[in-house]
C-alpha cells in the first residue's frame, strides 16, 4: 500500500530564512509525488510535481523539490521564504500519469509559520 | 489555474438532518471528482471517486448511504451527509481532475466546507 510520511507537524522559520520540508514516500511502483500548500480557508494549490525526468523539480512561487529514489524521500526547499508562505503544506503519492486513476495520498501535513 | 468552487463553505446543522455540499469546476469540465475528508492536524482521506454520469466508488470504511454523492453534471458534483451526527463534523475537500478521459494527474482543489453537527 502506498503511504506518505511528514515527519514534522510544525516548523517555524524566520522571514528570509530557507526552508526544507520532509516528505518520504513508499510505493510499489514509480511514484508520482506532489506538493501541495493550503492557506487557511482555502483549497489545496499544486506547488510541484514529479514523475520522471531531472531529480530537482521547479515550481511555483520560488519552491523546488528533490527526488531521491535511494531515500524514497521528496523533500520541499526555498532558498528564503517569505511571509505569505505561512499555510499548510502537503506531500502527496499517486499513480503514472494517465494512469487513469487520479487517487493521491497524502501525508499528514507540515504547518509552516513564519516569524519576522 | 483552473478554479474549483465549493458551497457552503461552512455550514451548522442540528443531529439528524442531511446536508448538501456542492463541488463545481468553474472553467473546465470534470469527468472526475474526488470528495475528500481531512480531520483536525489530519491528512486528506479519500472518501469516493465521483464519475460524471454514473455510480460513485467509495474508498473502504465509508458508507454510501451515508454519504450520497452525484456528479450529474460535467461541472458539479454534490455530496450529500445524510441524517448527521455530531462525528460527521469535518472539513471537506473535493477537487477535479480536468479534462475528458484519462489526464495527467493534476488535480484542482475546491476551497473545503466546514461542517459542524450539533
Known amino acids: 500500500a502506498q503511504s506518505v510520511t511528514q515527519p514534522d507537524i510544525h516548523i517555524t522559520v524566520s522571514e528570509g530564512a530557507s526552508l526544507e520540508l520532509r516528505c518520504n514516500y513508499s510505493?510499489?511502483?514509480?511514484?508520482?509525488l506532489f506538493w501541495y500548500v493550503q492557506s487557511p480557508g482555502q483549497g489545496l494549490q499544486l506547488l510541484l510535481k514529479y514523475f520522471s525526468g531531472d531529480t530537482l523539480v521547479q515550481g511555483i512561487k520560488g519552491f523546488e523539490a528533490e527526488f531521491k529514489r535511494s531515500q524514497s524521500s521528496f523533500n520541499l526547499r526555498k532558498p528564503s521564504v517569505h511571509w505569505s508562505d505561512a499555510a499548510e503544506y502537503f506531500c502527496?503519492?499517486?499513480?503514472?500519469?494517465?494512469?487513469?486513476?487520479?487517487?493521491?495520498?497524502f501525508g499528514t501535513g507540515t504547518r509552516l509559520t513564519i516569524i519576522p | 489555474g483552473a478554479v474549483v468552487s465549493q458551497h457552503p463553505s461552512w455550514v451548522i446543522c442540528k443531529s439528524g438532518t442531511s446536508v448538501k455540499i456542492e463541488c463545481r469546476s468553474l472553467?473546465?469540465?470534470?469527468?472526475?471528482m474526488f470528495w475528500y475528508r481531512q480531520f483536525p492536524k489530519q491528512s486528506l482521506m479519500l472518501m469516493a471517486t465521483?464519475?460524471?454520469?454514473?455510480?460513485?466508488?467509495?474508498e473502504q470504511g465509508v458508507e454510501k448511504d451515508k454519504f450520497l454523492i452525484n456528479h450529474a453534471s460535467l461541472t458539479l458534483s454534490t455530496l450529500t451527509v445524510t441524517s448527521a451526527h455530531p462525528e460527521d463534523s469535518s472539513f471537506y475537500i473535493c477537487?477535479?481532475?480536468?479534462?475528458?478521459?484519462?489526464?495527467?494527474?493534476?488535480?484542482?482543489f475546491g476551497e473545503g466546507s466546514r461542517l459542524t453537527v450539533l
Open positions: 502527496a503519492v499517486g499513480p503514472p500519469p494517465n494512469f487513469g486513476n487520479e487517487k493521491l495520498t
Open positions: 477537487s477535479a481532475a480536468r479534462g475528458a478521459g484519462r489526464v495527467t494527474g493534476e488535480l484542482f
Open positions: 465521483s464519475n460524471e454520469g454514473s455510480k460513485a466508488t467509495y
Open positions: 472553467d473546465f469540465q470534470a469527468t472526475t
Open positions: 510505493y510499489g511502483a514509480t511514484p508520482y
